[in-house]
């Protein structure tokens, strides 16, 4: 097949507008079309490949001149003779680019490389994050963010191994947090999954990790179960000598199962004293997402100690919203650490007795030194029960006895403080 028809550049060079021909052809389909790109002249090089006839663009003249256009055309008929198609090869170099391009831009924004395990686990965030509560949530992408993707949120998820997710929980299980540990492994596995489900991961490789983890040592609450003991720090918290406000929650927690929180944060609307009774609003229980929104309002039956508790402090504080004011911002609640550092004040240490205990003693107290049916007592302490029979017990409010048990277990503290 001839070849190297163009004698040289020159002729190139002297094409004038108007020149009637279409195209100038150098042999073996290389050709100049002429006046195709905006008054430039275009290189092509037409080829067969696999039985198809096909066309390939090599550049602009005078950009590309004749000696980078014909060794562009030997390039690419090398490829042809060699079993691959240069426009193939072409847009795969096109699309790498555009995809460089991209993870520039995203890096170049602070966002992480598509595909890239932290890419997946935002994206799997965002779209569970309505379900939970927003300091839950909070709780699972800081742990994330702090403890997973600076070990491997670069990687593509389809790459991570077994092998080394264990290591990036090892060095979690190092700082002694073990249980920080077994949750981090629960939400990589939630990312995993999610992982597999988008077709970005074929495997999930949290999936057999947790024997390999060290087992969490369950640690309580604090809580004293021995009446005579416990005696002893109701009759402190009777006599407790600081602000009127935290002597009233130090007499008031143990007495009414509350939560800390759930207690420091009572507001007087809530109250109906004539009614001896407290309802606490649903988005204030220890609850998932949709029990907060939907679910309905805790029921807290007051005994008459606490009503009149409760009398007395609303001439200290019955002006304001919270009940339980703070000693320097009246408009927020007392802080989370005011009860705690009463008990510490009055020589009841931290490994012996916290507010959330309380809980734990009159659980323990009420069922073993009163006879108080369990239902009862998990309905007013407004635990979830995850077997049919506690399901069975939760749908049933035991309004009548959670009222009877209340004043039984506001006078049992009565007899233990005067003894």
């Not at 009637?20 to 073996?28: F, L, Q, W």
């Not at 991209?102 to 799997?124: C, H, N, T, Y």
Request: aromatic share 6%; net charge positive; hydrophobic share 40%.
């Amino acid at each position: 097949m001839a070849h190297a028809l163009i004698p040289s550049d020159t002729k190139l060079r002297n094409i004038k507008p108007g020149d009637p021909r279409k195209r100038i052809s150098d042999g073996e389909g290389l050709y100049l079309l002429l006046f195709v790109n905006g008054g430039a002249h275009g290189w092509r090089l037409d080829y067969t490949i696999h039985g198809k006839r096909k066309t390939l663009s090599l550049g602009t003249y005078p950009d590309t001149g004749l000696k980078l256009a014909r060794e562009k055309a030997i390039q690419a008929r090398e490829l042809v003779a060699a079993g691959t198609d240069p426009s193939d090869l072409r847009k795969e170099a096109k699309a790498q680019h555009v995809q460089s391009r991209v993870v520039e831009e995203r890096a170049a924004a602070g966002l992480p490389a598509a595909g890239s395990f932290e890419d997946v686990a935002r994206e799997w965030f965002n779209n569970r994050r309505d379900d939970w509560a927003v300091s839950y949530g909070d709780k699972i992408m800081r742990r994330l963010e702090v403890d997973v993707f600076p070990w491997i949120g670069r990687k593509a998820t389809d790459s991570i191994t077994p092998p080394q997710l264990l290591e990036v929980l090892r060095k979690i299980e190092g700082r002694g947090v073990i249980e920080t540990a077994h949750r981090a492994l629960e939400n990589c596995g939630q990312v995993f999954r999610y992982a597999v489900a988008t077709g970005r991961a074929v495997s999930n490789p949290a999936r057999d990790l947790k024997d390999a983890l060290r087992k969490p040592v369950v640690k309580h609450f604090p809580a004293i179960t021995d009446p005579v003991r416990f005696g002893e720090l109701l009759r402190a918290c009777a006599g407790y000598q600081g602000t009127r406000v935290v002597r009233a929650a130090l007499q008031l927690a143990p007495m009414l199962l509350l939560r800390p929180g759930e207690l420091r944060h009572a507001q007087w609307v809530e109250f109906d004293l004539d009614a001896a009774l407290w309802t606490v609003p649903a988005e204030r229980m220890k609850r998932e997402k949709v029990g907060k929104l939907n679910g309905v309002p805790h029921i807290v039956p007051l005994p008459s100690q606490a009503v009149t508790t409760l009398r007395e402090l609303k001439t200290v504080t019955g002006e304001g919203k919270y009940v339980f004011r703070g000693e320097r911002h009246h408009n927020r609640p007392m802080s989370e650490n005011t009860v705690n550092a009463a008990m510490r004040a009055m020589g009841f240490g931290a490994d012996e007795a916290v507010g959330h205990g309380f809980r734990a003693t009159a659980r323990t107290m009420l069922a073993e030194r009163l006879n108080i049916p369990e239902a009862v007592i998990e309905a007013q302490l407004a635990h979830a029960v995850s077997d049919s029979l506690g399901r069975a017990y939760n749908r049933t409010k035991f309004e009548t006895q959670r009222v009877e048990m209340m004043q039984t277990w506001a006078d049992y503290l009565d007899i233990l403080t005067r003894k």
